[in-house]
């Protein structure tokens, strides 16, 4: 009964978007366009995903749902790797593909919202939230947690599970920076994070020789 949900979801993405060869990822600022053997490839990690969720094996679900929405974004999809996620007890990647379901997905049946909703909420308490800011301009800002990418800085806090996390922002012509941050459920805290200018290494002037000397 867990995986019909799942399959429902997974059925409406694919006869939605991946059937066509020019997709629109609504959470990005461009279009993206899939060509056909990048949609044939998606179509597989559909089907991959979920012979793999049916199996209760989350983790390849996930990682073959994330493959499928790289070569062919469908913001539904969201739903279906947070559900993958909530199996796999990680609260805040469960939170946040949640987040971009209701923001980025039009038409949800109202009984899906709602319940989604309820989770959501519930995940909120569990979860804690950590805003960073920086000393310098946060255009070109990149901000990776845990070694993983997560794009551009933005002012919206991250959302981790609780523990000990690394944030680490890196800028064209700055050092790259990584701090440690602790949180606890329910904690909401801020890293500030400075970055300092990379010092271009000073170029060695030739040796002054006179005339009346000779190195050794």
């Known amino acids: 009964a867990r995986v019909r949900p799942f399959v429902a979801v997974l059925s409406a993405a694919i006869a939605c978007s991946v059937s066509s060869t020019s997709l629109e ?10 060509s056909p053997e990048q949609v044939e490839n ?21 990682t073959e749902l994330e493959r499928a929405y790289v070569l062919a974004p469908n913001e ?7 559900r993958c996620f909530a ?9 946040r593909h949640f987040t971009l379901y209701l923001r980025n997905v039009e038409n949800i049946p109202p009984e ?13 308490l569990v979860v804690a939230y950590v805003s960073v800011r920086t000393s310098v ?10 070694d993983a990418p997560l794009g551009r800085l933005t002012d919206e806090p991250l959302i981790v599970n609780p523990g000990r996390h690394w944030v680490t922002l890196t800028k064209p012509g ?30 060695l002037a030739p040796p002054v020789v006179h005339p009346d000397r000779h190195p050794k």
Request: proline share 5%; hydrophobic share 40%.
């Open 25 to 34: 990822a609504q959470a990005t600022p461009h279009d993206v366009q899939s």
């Open 42 to 62: 998606a179509q597989k990690h559909f089907a991959h995903g979920l012979d793999l969720y049916a199996a209760h094996d989350y983790e390849g679900a996930r």
């Open 76 to 82: 539904r999809l969201h739903y279906n790797i947070g």
């Open 87 to 95: 199996e796999l007890d990680d609260s805040a990647s469960a939170l």
């Open 112 to 124: 899906r919202r709602e319940e989604l909703k309820s989770e959501m909420d519930r995940l909120a």
């Open 137 to 146: 301009d946060a255009k070109e800002v990149e901000i990776a947690l845990d």
């Open 174 to 203: 700055f050092r790259e920076r990584t701090q440690p941050v602790e949180v606890a459920p329910g904690a909401r805290s801020e890293l500030r994070v400075d970055l300092v200018p990379v010092t271009p290494m000073a170029t």
